[in-house]
């Protein structure tokens, strides 16, 4: 099993900077990629960034430009710096990693408990 736990959420002002962290342990035999997901009451679960195992990332278009996203392939982490934060970016952001626990087992998905970061305007 792959546990990841997400740390830096809170409360921002517009225009203001923040910085997600998350940490994956338990029995990981290679993770392909890690990303942030986040969500809003009543709308679905939407891709904020990912990056793959070999650095390449992809990005939502409303945070292209103000979010970066990196990762540590030895300590299987991730962090997503947010700049210029808007009311907009507040939701529950969620880590995210696709990997698998043994050599011939199964590539399966694994999510965070969720941080909530909001936005004031």
């Known amino acids: 099993q792959v546990r990841l736990v997400e740390s830096g959420g809170g409360l921002v002002q517009a225009g203001e900077s923040l910085r997600l962290s998350c940490a994956a342990s338990?029995?990981?035999?290679?993770?392909?990629?890690m990303g942030w997901y986040r969500q809003t009451p009543g709308k679905q679960r939407e891709l904020v960034a990912a990056v793959t195992s070999g650095g390449i990332t992809n990005y939502a278009d409303s945070v292209k430009g103000r979010f970066t996203i990196s990762r540590d392939n030895t300590k299987n982490t991730v962090d997503l710096q947010g700049n210029s934060l808007k009311p907009e970016d507040t939701a529950v952001y969620y880590c995210?990693?696709?990997?698998?626990?043994?050599?011939?087992?199964?590539?399966?998905?694994?999510w965070g408990q969720g941080t909530q970061v909001t936005v004031s305007s």
């Open positions: 338990g029995s990981i035999f290679s993770i392909n990629a």
């Open positions: 995210n990693a696709v990997g698998r626990t043994k050599l011939l087992s199964p590539i399966l998905t694994y």
